[in-house]
T-cell receptor
């Protein structure tokens, strides 16, 4: 699976959009970009994923550059409850055998939303 | 729908003791896995399973055993606990058709 690079920390004002970048310059054609977050002391929570098109769900939007070497997770109206560590993970969703589902978590980005 | 349930939530062991961390899911997911998370670090994969009777090692398998006799349960066994195994342990599951992992609330283990 391709490695990812994220800034260690970011700040955002409550009510504003939070834009979290992720670099994955070695991504291959069949690898998806996944985003998870971990609120303090809780288990990680799935947010969104995508292959090459931009994606949106009730939690966030995912913007993937045309060359797929980087992406941005957008929380459109951040709240204090969005304070968490955000993980960008790249993996082959179609990996077969015993490699299926294996997620490699890096250090992530600590997002702090302040009033 | 309970999702992924881990028990116990907290546990304190003495060095050399054994114990089993329980993980159960009610979503009929084929894939299950165990991670550990040390303070200030990301999650590291210990063991995983793609179905009943099939298990494999992750990044940090030493000191841990797993088995998968049913689709629902995936227990993690510590045969002889060591202080280095003090950590928070998370169990996760996903379906093979939709690779989105759901995590339990975690087990906080201290080995003295």
């Amino acid at each position: 699976d391709a490695k990812t690079t994220q800034p260690p920390s970011m700040d955002c004002a409550e009510g504003r959009a939070a834009n979290l970048p992720c670099n994955h310059s070695t991504i291959s054609g069949n690898e998806y970009v996944y985003w998870y977050r971990q609120i303090h002391s809780q288990g990680p929570q799935y947010i969104i994923h995508g292959l090459k098109n931009n994606e949106t769900n009730e939690m966030a939007s995912l913007i993937i550059t045309e060359d797929r070497k980087s992406s941005t997770l957008i929380l459109p109206h951040a709240t204090l409850r969005d304070t968490a560590v955000y993980y960008c993970i790249v993996r082959d969703s179609n990996a077969g055998g015993t490699s299926y589902g294996k997620l490699t978590f890096g250090q992530g980005t600590i997002l702090t939303v302040h009033p | 729908n309970a999702g992924v349930t881990q028990t116990p939530k907290f546990q304190v062991l003495k060095t050399g003791q054994s114990m089993t961390l329980q993980c159960a899911q009610d979503m009929n997911h084929e894939y299950m896995s165990w991670y550990r998370q040390d303070p200030g670090m990301g999650l590291r994969l210990i063991h995983y399973s793609v179905g009943a009777g099939i298990t494999d090692q992750g990044e940090v398998p030493n000191g841990y055993n797993v088995s998968r006799s049913t689709t629902e349960d995936f227990p993690l066994r510590l045969l002889s606990a060591a202080p280095s195994q003090t950590s928070v342990y998370f169990c996760a599951s996903s379906s093979l058709s939709k690779n989105i992992q759901y995590f339990g609330a975690g087990t906080r283990l201290s080995v003295l």
